[in-house]
Protein backbone atom coordinates (compact mmCIF):
# COMPACT_ATOMS: atom_id res chain seq x y z
CA UNK A 1 0.00 0.00 0.00
CA UNK A 2 0.87 3.56 -0.60
CA UNK A 3 1.12 6.00 2.73
CA UNK A 4 0.77 9.64 2.56
CA UNK A 5 2.21 12.11 5.55
CA UNK A 6 1.60 15.47 5.82
CA UNK A 7 3.89 17.63 7.92
CA UNK A 8 3.08 21.11 9.15
CA UNK A 9 -0.40 22.88 10.00
CA UNK A 10 -0.64 25.12 13.30
CA UNK A 11 -2.02 28.50 13.66
CA UNK A 12 -0.77 31.58 11.73
CA UNK A 13 -2.71 35.10 11.77
CA UNK A 14 -4.16 36.41 8.99
CA UNK A 15 -1.73 37.58 5.97
CA UNK A 16 0.57 35.04 6.93
CA UNK A 17 2.10 32.29 5.43
CA UNK A 18 2.72 28.35 6.40
CA UNK A 19 3.92 25.55 4.14
CA UNK A 20 2.98 22.39 3.92
CA UNK A 21 5.13 19.40 3.06
CA UNK A 22 4.01 15.70 2.10
CA UNK A 23 5.42 12.52 1.69
CA UNK A 24 4.19 9.60 -0.57
CA UNK A 25 5.75 6.15 0.69
CA UNK A 26 5.26 2.75 0.53
CA UNK A 27 4.47 0.94 -3.34
CA UNK A 28 4.69 3.95 -4.85
CA UNK A 29 6.20 2.48 -8.88
CA UNK A 30 4.50 4.28 -11.54
CA UNK A 31 3.51 7.63 -12.20
CA UNK A 32 1.59 9.59 -9.10
CA UNK A 33 0.50 12.73 -9.67
CA UNK A 34 -0.24 14.28 -6.05
CA UNK A 35 -1.94 17.72 -4.15
CA UNK A 36 -4.30 18.97 -1.94
CA UNK A 37 -7.87 18.66 -0.58
CA UNK A 38 -8.96 20.83 2.43
CA UNK A 39 -12.33 20.56 4.58
CA UNK A 40 -13.66 23.43 6.39
CA UNK A 41 -15.11 23.64 9.69
CA UNK A 42 -18.80 22.36 8.69
CA UNK A 43 -17.93 21.89 5.15
CA UNK A 44 -17.36 19.25 2.76
CA UNK A 45 -13.82 18.47 1.20
CA UNK A 46 -12.78 20.78 -1.32
CA UNK A 47 -9.57 20.94 -3.88
CA UNK A 48 -7.24 22.49 -3.26
CA UNK A 49 -4.42 22.57 -5.62
CA UNK A 50 -2.19 19.69 -7.44
CA UNK A 51 0.40 19.01 -9.62
CA UNK A 52 1.09 16.06 -12.66
CA UNK A 53 3.45 13.59 -12.44
CA UNK A 54 5.85 15.33 -14.70
CA UNK A 55 4.96 18.94 -12.69
CA UNK A 56 4.14 20.29 -16.13
CA UNK A 57 0.69 21.14 -14.76
CA UNK A 58 -0.52 22.53 -11.79
CA UNK A 59 -4.04 23.64 -11.20
CA UNK A 60 -5.25 25.48 -8.24
CA UNK A 61 -8.61 26.18 -6.99
CA UNK A 62 -9.74 30.03 -7.30
CA UNK A 63 -10.17 30.75 -3.70
CA UNK A 64 -6.35 30.17 -3.44
CA UNK A 65 -5.21 31.07 -7.27
CA UNK A 66 -2.44 33.97 -6.72
CA UNK A 67 -1.72 32.95 -2.84
CA UNK A 68 -0.99 29.31 -2.44
CA UNK A 69 1.79 27.18 -4.61
CA UNK A 70 2.04 23.88 -5.27
CA UNK A 71 5.43 22.62 -5.92
CA UNK A 72 7.74 19.23 -6.72
CA UNK A 73 10.61 18.21 -9.33
CA UNK A 74 9.38 15.76 -11.99
CA UNK A 75 9.08 12.27 -10.18
CA UNK A 76 9.64 13.23 -6.26
CA UNK A 77 8.53 11.53 -3.51
CA UNK A 78 7.58 15.26 -2.13
CA UNK A 79 4.98 17.70 -2.27
CA UNK A 80 5.03 21.38 -0.82
CA UNK A 81 2.47 23.54 -0.42
CA UNK A 82 3.57 27.58 0.49
CA UNK A 83 0.63 28.97 1.52
CA UNK A 84 1.30 33.32 1.45
CA UNK A 85 -1.43 36.19 2.63
CA UNK A 86 -3.80 33.42 4.17
CA UNK A 87 -7.35 34.73 5.50
CA UNK A 88 -9.61 33.04 8.17
CA UNK A 89 -11.58 31.27 5.64
CA UNK A 90 -8.62 29.13 5.26
CA UNK A 91 -8.85 27.80 8.09
CA UNK A 92 -9.37 23.72 7.41
CA UNK A 93 -8.35 20.43 8.16
CA UNK A 94 -5.36 20.05 5.05
CA UNK A 95 -5.71 16.36 3.28
CA UNK A 96 -2.37 15.62 0.97
CA UNK A 97 -3.43 12.84 -1.38
CA UNK A 98 -1.67 10.63 -3.85
CA UNK A 99 -3.52 9.71 -7.50
CA UNK A 100 -2.01 7.22 -9.68
CA UNK A 101 -1.61 8.57 -13.30
CA UNK A 102 0.02 11.30 -14.87
CA UNK A 103 -2.79 14.20 -13.70
CA UNK A 104 -4.28 15.21 -10.18
CA UNK A 105 -7.93 14.31 -10.59
CA UNK A 106 -11.11 14.95 -8.10
CA UNK A 107 -10.88 11.54 -6.72
CA UNK A 108 -7.25 10.61 -5.56
CA UNK A 109 -6.26 7.24 -4.98
CA UNK A 110 -4.47 7.66 -1.33
CA UNK A 111 -4.88 10.04 1.28
CA UNK A 112 -3.20 11.27 4.34
CA UNK A 113 -4.49 11.61 7.79
CA UNK A 114 -5.11 15.20 7.60
CA UNK A 115 -3.34 18.44 9.13
CA UNK A 116 -5.04 21.24 10.94
CA UNK A 117 -4.51 24.80 9.68
CA UNK A 118 -6.39 27.85 11.36
CA UNK A 119 -6.21 31.58 10.61
CA UNK A 120 -6.80 33.85 13.34
CA UNK A 121 -8.30 37.45 12.31
Known amino acids: QVQVTESGGGTVQAGGSMTLSCVAS????????MGWFRQPPGQGREFVAG????????TYADSVKGRFTISRNSRDPTVRLQMDSLKPEDTAIYFC??????????????WGRGTQVTVSS
Open 26 to 33: GRTSGPHA
Open 97 to 110: AADRGYAFTRHPDY
Open 51 to 58: VSWNSDIT
